[in-house]
């Protein structure tokens, strides 16, 4: 009974340049895809392209695209925020029976937050497409992905921190700054300043957390995303990483 449900038309979405426009690779559940790069204030402009299948004539009530951005939770499938949306009527209710291209040009487009696809969020942008029937709408979504370049900030000072137990370890962290792009190398020092206590293994570790909601109804997870040595039982007292 499948067949009863295929929808009645192809439609393709076909962003401008995107043979050349740089691209990014997203991971979903199972798979892997790119998609393609845009900045903030960037216009978003391709072609959307509509084949009824076998030839059959097709009615509907209106074609649009819309530009949307979108904060999905995962842990409340039905809670989503739509924080951007435009649209532009590419056709008005009518029949069609042969392939036919429209063509469509969000100019300038404010995109105030950054792509991100996390542990129980996702922020994303992506054009959509609506045949309107009478019967159910077809749909179809195209993903892009979105890096927000900013000027670093001019007050990006170091950051120190003691740690240890009391009269038998002391470290002390240096960071080169209090503020990191999510590309930037992490460069610090760690300080033996005090060890009274026989050392067998110490290591650092680059921890993700995630904060989603708010309270009472807060979500936090944890991601190690780097983890490695700094020292064996035999350690200097200063070193960089």
């Known amino acids: 009974m499948s067949f009863l449900f295929q929808a009645p038309v192809d439609i393709d979405?076909?962003?401008e340049d995107g043979d050349k426009r740089e691209t990014v690779e997203v991971k979903n559940k199972s798979s892997k895809e790119r998609v393609p790069l845009y900045k903030d204030g960037e216009s978003v402009r391709?072609?959307?392209t509509i084949r009824p299948k076998d030839g059959k004539r097709l009615e509907h009530t209106g074609i649009k695209v819309q530009f949307i951005g979108l904060i999905e939770m995962f842990y409340d499938r039905g809670n989503h925020y739509e924080f951007l949306s435009l649209g532009q009527e590419l056709a008005a209710p009518g029949e069609l029976q042969h392939p036919q291209a429209f063509d469509f040009n969000f100019k300038?487009?404010?995109k105030q937050y950054e792509s991100y696809n996390g542990i129980n969020v996702k922020l994303r942008y992506f054009i959509k497409v609506t045949v309107s029937r009478r019967m159910a709408d077809v749909i179809r979504e195209k993903d892009l992905w979105v890096f927000s370049y900013r000027i670093p900030p001019e007050m990006n000072s170091s950051?120190?921190?003691d740690v240890g137990i009391e009269d038998c370890l002391h470290?002390?962290?240096?960071?080169?700054?209090?503020?990191?792009h999510m590309k930037d190398v992490i460069v610090g020092r760690?300080?033996?300043?005090?060890?009274?206590?026989?050392?067998?293994h110490m290591e650092l570790s680059i921890i993700r957390?995630?904060?989603?909601?708010?309270?009472?109804?807060?979500y936090n997870e944890s991601e190690t995303l780097v983890r490695f040595e700094v020292s064996s039982?035999?350690?200097t007292r200063k070193f960089f990483c």
């Open 159 to 161: 950051i120190k921190m």
């Open 171 to 180: 470290i002390e962290f240096e960071y080169s700054k209090s503020k990191y």
């Open 233 to 235: 039982p035999t350690f």
């Open 108 to 110: 300038n487009v404010e």
């Open 190 to 200: 760690i300080y033996f300043l005090l060890v009274r206590l026989k050392i067998k």
């Open 13 to 15: 979405i076909v962003l």
């Open 209 to 218: 957390r995630e904060t989603t909601g708010t309270p009472p109804n807060q």
């Open 46 to 48: 391709g072609a959307v």
